[in-house]
């Protein structure tokens, strides 16, 4: 059974990494599934969240990365998938959820849509809170995986990396994984 999880993964969070990796072993195979949505202003670009994706969930054989426009149920029938994965932190998630799924299910019944709660570290997490904490100087380095703090900060071109209190090893380590991922 192939499950889909659609997002716009602006950046991917711990929280999305969580999900991955409870839906890989609950699925045969997850594609991780990066909408490209023209009415939003992202800070990567698709092709740089699917390359940060993938090395985010290169541990995980079952899960495969790609990106896609248009209706999400379009595109899980094109890859003959039956589920679509999504995460609920909160209560105002499920009733947006819930209408996505009912929606779905209008425009296909042979896909289900498959929640999972996110896990309690998490719930409070999403990409919007990321980039605005990194906007205005905060550490991110609890929040996403290492390599994508490194891109967010980089990407907001601040001193974010001094001030924020990361340890010289760490930051040695982020620059290692920054160089590894460039070659």
Known sequence: MIAIYPGSFDPITLG??????????LFDGVIVAVLRNPN????????????????????????EVDSFDGLTVN?????????LLRGLRAVS????EL?????????????ETVFLATSNEYSFLSS???????????????????????DIYQCYNQNS????????????HLKKIQTDKEV
Do not use: C, W
């Open 93 to 96: 998630d499920f009733e947006i």
């Open 128 to 150: 919007s809170v990321v980039k605005e904490i990194a906007k205005f100087g905060g550490s991110v380095d609890h929040l996403v995986p290492p390599h994508i703090a490194l």
């Open 75 to 83: 595109y899980a029938q094109m890859r003959q998938a039956q589920v």
């Open 16 to 25: 999305h990494l969580d999900i991955i990796q409870r839906g890989s072993r």
């Open 40 to 63: 939003k202003m992202p800070l990567f670009t698709v092709q740089q969240r699917i390359e940060q994706i993938r090395l985010t969930t290169k541990h995980l054989s079952n899960v």
């Open 99 to 111: 209408q996505m799924a009912h929606t779905n299910k209008t425009l296909s019944t042979q896909i």
């Open 161 to 172: 990396l001094v001030l924020n209190p990361i340890t010289t090893e760490k930051m040695s």
